[in-house]
T-cell receptor
């Protein structure tokens, strides 16, 4: 079955540091890949996505590239801010028959950014 | 973006009682809703998928009679945990999606923390 593996946290960085959160996946076919972010007390929000190999998703300074050869979708940001402190989830999806998509999540990585 | 709410945000109940959790899409019509369960420091586990007006599709290993799901309207789905026991204590999260095209973004609620004493 499908699975997603991401690095364990918490990850603690100083403001303006470079961020990488690793994510690898196992899946049949050609899934779409996502990063979701969960701020304290809020629901998960879609951060970025990529739907095919070599696609790069980007949003709010975050980037991730769909690497089929290494089955990876690592999240990066060049300069983190305190406001980026949250839990980040890597996920993949397959399209369901009749529409909609089924998501498989990684365990989440907590990021703490300090001044 | 689209907003999904859950009620209650947290609930404590006695063992053997039933608890109902509501999931509402506030500004869009959700043809499909999903219910997830999240254990501490673990990923979200999909419990079931529900389409408006039809029976929910449960994932393998999820007890249908224990976790009753109703999706009676395009803006409301409910999860009822029947005869709750301490092992049912968890964080329950719903998401909602509109069906259009091949990819449909899921919008997530803030979650409900259930503690069974």
């Amino acid at each position: 079955g499908d699975s997603v593996t991401q690095m364990e946290g918490p990850v603690t960085l100083s403001e303006e540091a470079f961020l990488t959160i690793n994510c690898t996946y196992t899946a049949t076919g050609y899934p779409s890949l996502f990063w979701y972010v969960q701020y304290p007390g809020e629901g998960l929000q879609l951060l970025l996505k990529a739907t095919k190999a070599d696609d790069k998703g980007s949003n709010k300074g975050f980037e991730a590239t769909y690497r089929k050869e290494t089955t990876s979708f690592h999240l990066e940001k060049g300069s983190v801010q305190v406001s980026d402190s949250a839990v980040y989830f890597c996920a993949l999806s397959h399209i369901l028959t009749g529409g909609g998509n089924k998501l498989t999540f990684g365990t989440g990585t907590q990021l703490k950014v300090e001044l | 973006g689209a907003v999904v709410s859950q009620h209650p945000s947290w609930v404590i109940c006695k063992s053997g009682t039933s608890v109902k959790i509501e999931c509402r899409s506030l500004d869009f019509q959700a043809t499909t809703m999903f219910w997830y369960r999240q254990f501490p420091k673990q990923s979200l586990m999909l419990m079931a998928t529900s389409n408006e007006g039809s029976k929910a599709t449960y994932e393998q290993g999820v007890e249908k009679d224990k976790f009753l799901i109703n999706h009676a309207s395009l803006t409301l789905s409910t999860l009822t945990v029947t005869s709750a026991h301490p092992e049912d204590s968890s964080f329950y999260i719903c998401s909602a999606t509109q069906t259009s095209g091949t990819y449909n973004e899921q919008f997530f609620g803030p979650g409900t923390r259930l503690t069974v004493l």
